[in-house]
C-alpha cells in the first residue's frame, strides 16, 4: 500500500509564497510520475505541475514561470515551489504518484488526503 502524506499549505497575501511537499511511503513500488493537482470549489481538481523519475516537467499554463515542481526519487518526495501567488490559486492541493507495483507492469494511481491553500487579496 502507498501512502501520500503532504505538507506546507496555508494562508498567504497575493504576491507571496508557499512551499508544499509530499511524500510516499510503503514498500515494494517504483513510482513513475509525481504531481501535484488542486481543486477549487465548483470546479473540477486540474493538473497543477507533474514530474517523472527521470526529471522531466510539464505546468498547467496558469502557473508557467510562478510554480516549480522539483522531486527526490531516493526520499519518494516531490515539492512544489509557488511563488506570486494569487487569489485564484486558492484551492485543495492533492499529491498524486503514479506506481508501479514490484513483479508487476501494471500502473496505479494514489492519491494524498489534500493540503488547503488560500491566497489573499
Known amino acids: 500500500q502507498v501512502q501520500l502524506v503532504e505538507s506546507g499549505g496555508g494562508l498567504v497575501q497575493a504576491g507571496g509564497s508557499l512551499r508544499l511537499s509530499c511524500v510516499a511511503s510503503?514498500?515494494?513500488?517504483?513510482?513513475?510520475?509525481m504531481g501535484w493537482y488542486r481543486q477549487a470549489p465548483g470546479k473540477q481538481r486540474e493538473l497543477v505541475a507533474g514530474i517523472t523519475s527521470g526529471g522531466t516537467t510539464n505546468y498547467a499554463y496558469s502557473v508557467k514561470g510562478r510554480f516549480t515542481i522539483s522531486r527526490d526519487n531516493a526520499k519518494k518526495r516531490v515539492n512544489l515551489q509557488m511563488n506570486s501567488l494569487k487569489p485564484e490559486d486558492t484551492a485543495v492541493y492533492y499529491c498524486n504518484a503514479v506506481v508501479t507495483r514490484d513483479y508487476s507492469d501494471n500502473q496505479y494511481n494514489y492519491w494524498g488526503q489534500g493540503t488547503q491553500v488560500t491566497v489573499s487579496s
Open positions: 510503503g514498500s515494494g513500488f517504483s513510482i513513475n510520475v
